[in-house]
């Protein structure tokens, strides 16, 4: 029936699609009078699921169709003309799925509609307890609700599959869930129906792939689970398909069975067994309980088979003629098959069957003519006999007695079954005996695949890791270190990786109803839960099917694995039943990429010997077909329960003719009776282009899988391949095969892939093909395989590996043939090479199906872009490998001309020639008359041979030129005539003479590519002499100096170490930084070992000619640390040196100037030890010169020191006052003249002896002053502070001499100003490059300071804001010079006056220092600003336009500058700590007076303390507000008066420069003003009467801790400009204020 677009179904106008063309016939087999019946509708057919007598159609726009016999709505449709299922528009349905009588429709949204019959609960409609509907005739939808989680939610479901009496549903999570009757639902339960759906909790964990339904069983295909231990693995199992027809369980070898206690139905049989419910269908039943045995199992192996008929009564049975030399067939006389009872021989002395030699002689006679067919393991293997028929018509809520008893072969303990069907047993054996005794033969279930594996039994608890992972001995998984274990874990890995590719490791676990062995694990047990059938674990399953009876499973190599019932043929191999899966017999060529299974058939979809798949059917023919169509659908339905044997079937999968005019087939379906195809027109040969590809593909594995298998496996297996092929060899080859499997595995998933893609190829996007979104990949596995094909080569590992082949095929040597693609014979080891070399054809495969898949597009479109790109990427791979394998056939040659032992040394496999010199074409300038050179470019190297003997075999030297580190550059031509090329290496230069012209192109031109192609370049199309000049590159110096024996790995520049780079010594010396010209330069990192103290010298700084230059951090191995400048590798200049972390008894820190390595200038060293700090000048490492000592405990030294002694005049204080001055001799020593000062005021003169701290010898006058007497100042003069000071000018003179080298000036103010800025810019260049762990705001620091004020011009009050912000910046940045200055200033400061230097007589030195700071500083300001005036100087305003200067000629506008006022805010926040504490140190006496007062007056209320201070009534508050509310101040009231005035005055501590804390005063007063001015009527002007005591009462109560310090602090700093001014009348207010307080004595 065709149809229009959009129309309904029934509207006849012939317009059908070129894509989704759908075909369904009766499965009658490959006659010629097949009813092939084509459904035209006006939509493209995206799916076709089929049920027992009905279908379902999902079209293009979500549009599903009816067809059949609708017996929920009793209706019958004509296929011509399927009803449009109406409540489903609009509901975005993307799959569909028929069950038996019940249908289903999922959505894109992952909601499930359910309709149909609906009386086992399929439908999953209705509440348990409520009136079932046995009939749903409308779509209606089913929840599928996580109720585990918290709160419940919807599980949104990816795909659907029905069977008759049951549903399942795979989630987006990979997770199973069930609902409808029947143990085939795999639910913990034993409640039917099950209304809801239920999570399958034995599945729970594992990634479900996909899922099939049977009539009474299903299937999942689970990925499998990595392995938890993968160096302890069993023995390894045998390689697969050791046989093309043998069975999977045929090549495994017997497996170790543990003594758990599990049956095989995943669950216990502890509970009592109910009888049988009343079926739900009415009709004649019969009941047989087929349990096998297998022959060959041994004797005290019990198990036990049931087979009976309805009434009780045996039948009998005739042998049939055997079919396709395959085992007898048994059948009864109405042509069902009966089953023989074989079990329990030998079980026990009581046995049912005593004569057991009778019973095995008839086990041989019927297993004759296979145990000659097939191999066997055993005397009592035997082939497969078919199975009986078996009613399945039970409800699965109870377990019937198919479930009793299991075969054990093998298994140290027979299962048994509940204690309640031990007689039903006996009684079943009983009829077995009788019924034995009138037959001639007996059918089995497969005997000699149970033999096999019934003791493989997979026995578990729910949700355990399947066969044994985890550590379980029963996983037969190949061992480490064998190859054929490769495969099986890198796939793993890859899959789990998440890169989009299809899974190849998978497992197959079914459960449901056995009867007809449709679960394939070698009995016909029912399984109450999911399991594993071991023998298709590692068989790369991609996808399973389920018929009524039977199940398919079909790999990723192509091969279709059957089980289950064979009534009709439908297995494909014979017509035995199988109860574990056995490989479908095939004709050779034929690869089998989809399957389907119906009621009694099976449908295949294989590539053929062209392109257009075809169609393999086996299973019953058209005249069986017409005996059984005298019964009705519905008597079918009702009756037949199990398969019924046909009596015409095909054994072999045989070919619909038909199929090659159905056009490009994508899919097929099976279902009931019926068989359906989805097939595509080839439109502009897009679909043939598809096919080809997934076809190809298809081929490529599978001859990548055989040769694995038949070829690289055995031989990397074999104990004599490192003996034959030699160690080096063997690794490599070992090498290729690892390529080889991970190239099979690539390729498997992505042939895998493309089926998938071909179901679905309505639906998918041609960009999204894995050969353009996995592009890296593909590349990558392509050159690591040819890299490793090529080194194997070149190393001659093809002749070795051929001699062991033919030892290792012998005779077998035909397997080979099988391998070799068209045009290829087996002759030698060449045929090796080409074999293995020809997976890299397939490339080219790739870029011609890719050309024919972008001409079906237009050049514009986003399709074609994809398409193009990946055409030309695969093209180039295919060029560029087949360059590599011709480079390593050329060098295998080489090699093999020239093999000898010298030769060998330059043997490597990664390794290839490009051309060499043996026909003297090339040599070395002015070469010796009697020597031979011979060069051979590599690669990677340049060979230089010499000897005397001219000959390519034997040479006496040999020298190696790697070219990642070789310069090469032509030499132009002069008036010699010489074609010369020269040669720079990082150790050598030499110059290569050719014997031509042309001869030097083609070695210039072959250098410059090579090169080119090391360094990372295509090495295509390099000019000579264009190659890098600057490149990164590792080199080991081999020659005489510095460098020799050393490892570089770095920067280089025309072949001497440039730029960043890493130099290693084998002593364990390493450099980590810039080189320039082949020396370290700029700033490095090195480590130095020292040997005899077994710890390393480290430095990090600045490098200048390979020697330590400039300004750095030297850690020594003894514990010192030396942070500061270098020269020429001495410390030179400023540098602080700590010492004693090592070892506490020295600890110590120097800071100051250094010369030559040596302490020399002034500097300050703290003896921590000893609790000195000496602050003087030194001279070659010694104290020298005039200088100041501080002690810990208080005493205080200046004086002279001589040769690191106290020699000549000092003056010393002690913490009491106590003074000396005379002549001192040693540290603390008096010898000489002297006058020694006391506390109280007396004095002693004369000459002292002794040391300090001891005791002194005195002989002179003691003088104790009168109380009238004048003051001596000539004595008074001795013992002023500050006689031997080193002058604060000339201290930290090497920290300024250091930033002024940083300017580029060698002394301060000579420079060019130019060259000072652009070291500033390229200082913050440098540290942006190189500390990429830079902070946002540290960056934005650094782009700041890029911008530079103008500084030639002159500075005005317009432009100087912007100088200051800079100067703030560049401060506030230690990467910035001047930052850099600030932090070494702030470091020598506080390691002069912190800790013991805190000695109130260091105040006037500390504040000089600071001032001295302040001057230096200015003169680099004005270096950089030469336009800034001079200290105290005035900037003027900017020069404004007329007009301009008319509007403001009112306003004055002075701006004065000053070191202070600039520079002073930058540095005295940072030395404020140490200084202030100097400061209350001098004040200590005079601040413990004032704070007494302070505390004393404190306790006085407001207006007491307003009156004693005689302040004026009418500047007394009346009112103060708390809180916003006005309340009056009474004679109690405390801290209430001129509060806001107290407030700001406190904010004086919180300050640190003098003009910040003036701003404080003045804000006080400003304050007191506006609280004073509403008391007064008009004008008011403070004079001196009134302010002062006001002002006293705010300082009282401001209570401010040390204010003595604070006043003199701002005395001694404040900026001299604003002393006479309005801010200096305030401040001379507040000292008033301080001293008043401190002196009052009537306070």
């Not at 109406?86 to 499930?112: P, W, Y």
């Not at 095989?264 to 019969?286: A, D, F, H, N």
């Not at 003249?1233 to 002179?1260: I, P, R, Y």
């Not at 010079?1377 to 702030?1386: A, F, I, N, Q, R």
Request: aromatic fraction near 8%.
């Amino acid at each position: 029936m065709e149809n229009r677009e959009d129309s309904p179904a029934y509207e006849q106008v012939p317009t059908p699609p070129e894509r989704g063309l759908l075909h369904i016939w009766k499965s009658a087999g490959p006659s010629e009078e097949l009813c092939l019946e084509r459904v035209l509708l006006s939509r493209p057919v995206l799916q076709v699921t089929l049920g027992e007598h009905h279908g379902l159609l999902l079209t293009q726009g979500s549009q599903v169709y009816s067809f059949g016999e609708l017996l929920w709505r009793d209706l019958s449709i004509p296929l011509s003309a399927p009803v449009l299922e109406e409540s489903l528009l609009g509901k975005s349905v993307v799959r569909v799925a028929a069950g038996g009588f019940h249908c289903g429709a999922l959505s894109e949204q992952g909601n499930v509609y359910m309709w149909g019959e609906n009386t086992a609960g399929q439908c999953g409609l209705t509440e348990k307890g409520t009136v079932t509907n046995t009939t749903v005739s409308e779509p209606c939808p089913v929840s599928v609700v996580d109720s585990e989680v918290v709160p419940p939610a919807v599980v949104r479901v990816m795909d659907l599959a029905c069977g008759r009496e049951h549903s399942l549903a795979l989630s987006s999570q990979n997770e199973l869930w069930a609902w409808g009757s029947g143990c085939q639902l795999g639910l913990v339960t034993n409640n039917f129906p099950v209304w809801r759906p239920q999570k399958v909790e034995h599945l729970a964990g594992r990634h479900v792939i996909q899922v099939a339904c049977g009539a009474y069983h299903s299937l999942a295909l689970v990925r499998s689970l990595l392995p938890q231990n993968t160096t302890q693995r069993p023995p390894e199992k045998k390689e697969r398909g050791q046989s093309p027809h043998s069975s999977v369980t045929e090549r495994e070898e017997s497996f170790a069975v543990d003594d758990a206690h599990y049956c095989p139905l995943g669950v216990e049989l502890t509970e009592v067994l109910i009888g049988e419910t009343t079926p739900r269908r009415k009709g004649p039943r019969r009941r047989l309980h087929p349990v096998g045995r297998s022959a060959g199992s041994s004797p005290g192996s019990g198990a036990g088979s049931c087979p009976y008929s309805g009434d009780g009564k045996s039948s009998t049975t005739q042998m049939l003629p055997q079919l396709d030399g395959h085992a007898d067939n048994l059948t009864q006389t109405d042509g069902r098959p009966v089953s023989h009872p074989l079990s329990c021989w030998g079980a026990n002395k009581n046995s049912a069957f005593p004569d057991e030699m009778e019973l095995q002689n008839l086990l041989q006679k019927l297993s004759g003519h296979s145990l000659e067919m097939q191999p066997v393991s055993g005397p009592g293997d035997t082939d497969s006999l078919s199975s009986q028929t078996s009613d399945d018509s039970c409800v699965s809520s109870t377990p019937s007695t198919d479930l009793l008893i299991s075969s054990n072969s093998g298994v140290s303990g027979p299962y048994s079954s509940s204690p309640v069907c031990l007689e039903e047993v006996r009684l079943c054996l009983e009829a077995e005996k009788k019924a034995l005794q009138g037959q001639k033969s007996s059918s089995l279930t497969n005997i000699h695949q149970k033999g096999k594996t019934a003791g493989n039994r997979r026995r578990s608890l729910p949700g355990t890791p399947t066969h044994g992972r985890n550590g379980s001995p029963r996983r037969r998984r190949p061992c480490a270190c064998r190859p054929s274990s490769a495969s099986r874990t890198q796939a793993a890995a890859s899959e789990e990786a998440g890169d989009g590719l299809p899974s190849m490791e998978t497992e197959v676990w079914s459960w449901g109803r056995g009867s007809e062995g449709q679960l394939g694990h070698g009995d016909q047990l029912a399984r109450l839960q999911p399991l594993c059938i071991k023998s298709l674990t590692g068989e790369e399953v991609i996808k399973v099917a389920a018929g009524s009876h039977h199940s398919l499973a079909l790999s990723a190599q192509c091969k279709v694995y059957s089980w289950g019932s064979n009534m009709c043929g439908q297995l494909g191999h014979g017509n035995s039943p199988v109860t574990v899966p056995q490989q479908a017999k095939l004709s050779d060529g034929l690869r089998v990429w989809d399957v389907s299974a119906g009621q009694s058939h099976s449908l295949l979809l294989a590539d053929g010997d062209c392109v257009q798949p075809i169609l393999l059917y086996c299973g019953q023919h058209q005249d069986s077909l017409s005996g059984q169509s005298k019964r009705s659908h519905q008597s079918q339905r009702s009756c037949q329960r199990s398969p019924s044997r046909a009596e015409i079937y095909s054994v072999r999968p045989t070919l619909l003719p038909l199929c090659m005019e159905m056009g490009y087939i994508s899919s097929v379906r099976c279902g009931g009776q019926s068989c359906a195809v989805l097939a595509d027109q080839n439109v502009m040969g897009f679909i043939s282009a598809i096919h080809e590809l997934a076809s190809r593909e298809r081929h490529f594995y599978c001859w990548l899988s055989n040769t694995r298998k038949l070829l690289l496996t055995p031989l990397r297996n074999r104990e004599g391949v490192c003996p034959t092929l030699g160690e080096p060899c063997t690794h490599l080859f070992f090498s290729l095969c690892e390529s080889f499997v991970r190239l099979s595995i690539m390729i498997g998933r992505h042939a895998t892939s493309l089926s998938y893609f071909l179901h679905d190829v309505q639906g998918r996007d041609v960009t999204s093909l894995l050969l353009l979104t996995h592009t890296d990949d593909f590349q990558d596995i392509y050159k690591e395989y040819c890299s490793a094909l090529g080194n194997f080569q070149v190393m001659g590992g093809f002749q070795s590996l051929h001699k062991l082949s033919l030892e290792f095929l012998g005779s077998q040597r035909s397997m080979l043939a099988q391998l070799c693609v068209p045009n290829q014979a087996v002759s030698g080891d060449a045929d090796l090479v080409s074999l293995l070399y020809w997976p890299l054809e397939q490339l080219h495969q790739y870029s011609r199906v890719l050309l024919k898949l972008a001409a079906c597009y237009d050049v514009l479109t986003e399709e074609y872009q994809y398409l193009h790109q990946g055409c030309g990427q695969y093209e180039s791979l295919s060029l560029s490998l087949l360059r590599r394998k011709k480079e390593a056939e050329t060098t295998f040659v080489f090699w093999k001309s020239h093999s000898g032992k010298n030769t060998e040394v330059l043997r490597l496999p990664q390794r290839r020639v490009v051309c060499e010199s043996s026909n003297r074409s090339l040599t070395l300038q002015k070469a010796g008359r009697f020597s031979n050179h011979w060069f051979i470019l590599f690669n990677d190297a340049l060979v230089h041979t010499q000897s005397s003997i001219p000959s390519q075999n034997f040479f006496s030297t040999h020298h190696v030129y790697p070219l990642t580190c070789l310069w090469v550059k032509p030499v132009t031509e002069d008036t010699s005539g010489l074609y010369a090329i020269k040669i720079t290496c990082p150790e050598e230069s030499f110059t290569l003479v050719a014997s031509t012209p042309q001869e030097k192109n083609k070695w210039l031109r072959s250098l410059n590519q090579a090169v080119d192609q090391v360094l990372g370049g295509g090495g295509q199309g390099s000019s000579p002499g264009v190659t890098a000049i600057s490149r990164t590159a590792s080199y080991t110096f081999t020659g005489e100096g510095r460098f020799k024996d050393a490892h570089y790995t770095g920067g280089w520049l025309a072949g001497r170490v440039h730029g960043r780079g890493t130099m290693k010594w084998p002593d364990g010396r390493t450099y980590t930084g810039n080189f320039k010209n082949g020396l370290e330069d700029g700033y490095g990192e090195s480590v130095m070992p020292d040997k005899v103290l077994n710890k390393p010298d480290s430095y990090q700084g600045q490098w200048r000619d390979g020697k330590i230059h400039g300004f750095g951090k030297y850690k020594y191995a003894s514990g010192e640390v030396y942070e500061g400048c270098f020269y020429e590798g001495q410390r030179h200049g400023y540098g602080m040196l700590s010492s004693g972390k090592q070892a506490r008894t020295s600890s110590s820190v120097f800071i100051g100037q250094w010369i030559q390595d040596r302490k020399t200038g002034y500097g300050v060293y703290d003896d921590i030890t000893r609790g000195e700090k000496y602050m003087g000048m030194w001279l070659d490492d010694q104290r020298n010169g005039s200088a100041v000592v501080v002690t810990q405990y208080g005493v205080y030294f200046e004086g002279t020191f001589k040769e690191n002694k106290m020699i000549g005049p000092g003056l010393l204080l002690s913490d009491d006052d106590t003074a000396f001055h005379g002549d001192f001799s040693d540290d603390w020593t008096v010898n000489g003249k002297g006058v020694l000062s006391l506390a109280n005021g007396d004095c002693l003169e004369g000459l002292f002896s002794g040391e300090w701290s001891t005791g002194l010898k005195v002989t002179g006058t003691y003088t104790k002053p009168a109380a009238d007497e004048p003051e001596n100042k000539e004595r008074n003069s001795l013992f002023r502070l500050g006689q031997y000071l080193v002058p604060s000018a000339q201290r930290w003179g090497c920290v300024f001499t250091e930033c002024w080298s940083r300017l580029g000036c060698d002394a301060a103010g000579r420079g060019e100003r130019s060259t000072a800025w652009e070291n500033i810019a390229v200082t913050i260049t440098t540290a942006q490059r190189h500390s990429p762990n830079l902070s946002r705001s540290q960056s934005k620091a650094l782009e700041s300071l890029e911008f530079i004020p103008p500084q030639g011009e002159a500075v005005t009050t317009a432009n100087f804001d912007n100088i200051r912000r800079y100067f703030i910046k560049a401060c506030e940045t230690p990467i910035h010079p001047l930052g850099w200055l600030v932090e070494t200033l702030v470091t020598v400061y506080r390691m002069t006056y912190v800790g013991v230097g805190s000695n109130r007589r260091l105040l006037r030195q500390a504040v000089q220092e600071v001032q001295a700071y302040l001057t230096h500083f200015y003169c680099l300001v004005r270096f950089l600003f030469p336009g800034l005036p001079e200290d105290g100087g005035i900037i003027p305003d900017p020069p404004a336009s007329p007009t301009k200067s008319r509007h403001n000629s009112n306003i004055e506008g002075i701006v004065v500058v000053s070191c202070s006022s600039l520079l002073l805010p930058l540095l005295l926040p940072r030395l404020y700590p140490p200084l202030f504490t100097l400061y209350s140190l001098q004040e200590e006496q005079e601040e413990a007076q004032y704070w007494e007062r302070i505390l004393r007056l404190n306790k006085q209320p407001d207006q007491s303390l307003l009156s004693f201070l005689g302040v004026q009534e009418k500047f007394w508050p009346v009112w103060m507000s708390i809180l916003g509310e006005k309340k009056q101040i009474v004679s109690s009231s405390k801290d209430a008066c001129f509060v806001s005035a107290v407030e700001t005055l406190q904010q004086i501590s919180t300050t640190f420069t003098p003009s910040d804390k003036l701003m404080v005063i003045q804000k006080t007063f400003e304050e007191l003003t506006q609280e004073v001015k509403p008391m007064l009527d008009g004008d008011f002007l403070w004079c001196m009467d009134d302010l002062l005591p006001l002002f006293l009462y705010v300082v009282l109560r401001a209570r401010i801790r040390n204010l003595g310090a604070e006043v003199n602090l701002i005395e001694d700093l404040m900026d001299p400009n604003v002393q006479h001014g309005e801010m200096g009348l305030m401040f001379t207010t507040l000292k008033a204020c301080y001293i008043q307080i401190q002196h009052e004595s009537t306070l």
